[in-house]
């Protein structure tokens, strides 16, 4: 029998609490049937953007019911198999119109936001750090405008901090109206400076991703638990997420993660 969180962490606390909608080796529903009556909210994985992988309208029904039944939240992950910053400008208007269909498929959900990917295929150094790139910066700014034209509300659109320097396109990312998913793990991954940039853009952020970061033998690896996480960025990020009341979603993808970072959550701010 597979096992199940032996409390509720729900209204625990300032901010909705969150995790992936895998967790177990499972399809959605049954992930939400299994993790719905104990956290705030859950975050539905929808990486992969053939419709056939995307839940159908029965499951949305269900999930819906699941909301009702457990005073449930949802926020959405948009897909990352493909890019509205594509070198290809078919890609990047094909991309778009499918992040606007997913965006309509889930809207019986009323989600607290759209997890948006805006990938980085620009230059690197030598270190394999991304460098400035002109020319990819305005590809990524063609398809956000794109999805901000078929979008009822670009602030439910949530672009996401990935592995290159956010302050690149920050500016006409808020400018346009899309709100910002901090992901507070791939900051420290990548050594960003995650509470400046929280605290400069605080009232953009709607969703913060957490998970663990191992860093040793010269590779890191994220979305690991946060019992891995250096205690000095555990005590960091705290003191930012005293007073956050967006989505804070714990994006680890196994029970035993899952379980390793309630326990840090709650000695951390309990």
């Not at 956290?39 to 269900?62: C, M, Q, T, W």
Request: charged share 25%.
């Amino acid at each position: 029998m597979e096992k199940l969180l032996e409390k509720s962490y729900k209204a625990m606390f300032p901010f909705r609490l969150a995790c992936p909608s895998f967790i177990y080796p499972a399809d959605i529903v049954p992930n939400v049937e299994k993790l719905g009556a104990y956290l705030d909210e859950i975050e539905i994985i929808a990486f992969e953007s053939k419709k056939e992988s995307l839940p159908s309208r029965g499951a949305i029904a269900r999930l819906l019911e699941l909301k009702q039944e457990h005073g449930l939240e949802y926020n959405i992950h948009l897909p990352i198999d493909i890019s509205i910053s594509s070198t290809q400008e078919s890609k990047r208007i094909e991309s778009a119109g499918i992040h606007a269909e997913i965006i309509d498929l889930f809207a019986p959900l009323h989600p607290t936001t759209h997890t948006l990917h805006v990938p980085f295929d620009g230059a690197k150094d030598k270190a394999g750090n991304a460098e400035f790139d002109e020319e990819w910066k305005e590809r990524a700014l063609e398809g956000l405008y794109l999805v901000r034209e078929q979008v009822a509300e670009p602030s439910a659109v949530s672009v996401e901090t990935l592995d290159y320097p956010f302050e690149w396109i920050v500016e006409e990312v808020v400018d346009a109206g899309f709100s910002i998913c901090l992901d507070m793990g791939h900051m420290v991954c990548f050594g960003f400076d995650f509470e400046n940039f929280f605290i400069r853009h605080r009232e953009a952020v709607t969703i913060i991703h957490l998970h663990g970061v191992n860093q040793g033998r010269g590779q890191n690896k994220d979305h690991v638990a946060l019992s891995v996480m250096p205690q000095e960025f555990r005590s960091r990020i705290a003191k930012l997420l005293m007073n956050f009341n967006g989505s804070l979603s714990l994006e680890v993808f196994s029970f035993e993660n899952l379980i390793e970072s309630l326990v840090v959550l709650e000695k951390t701010f309990l």
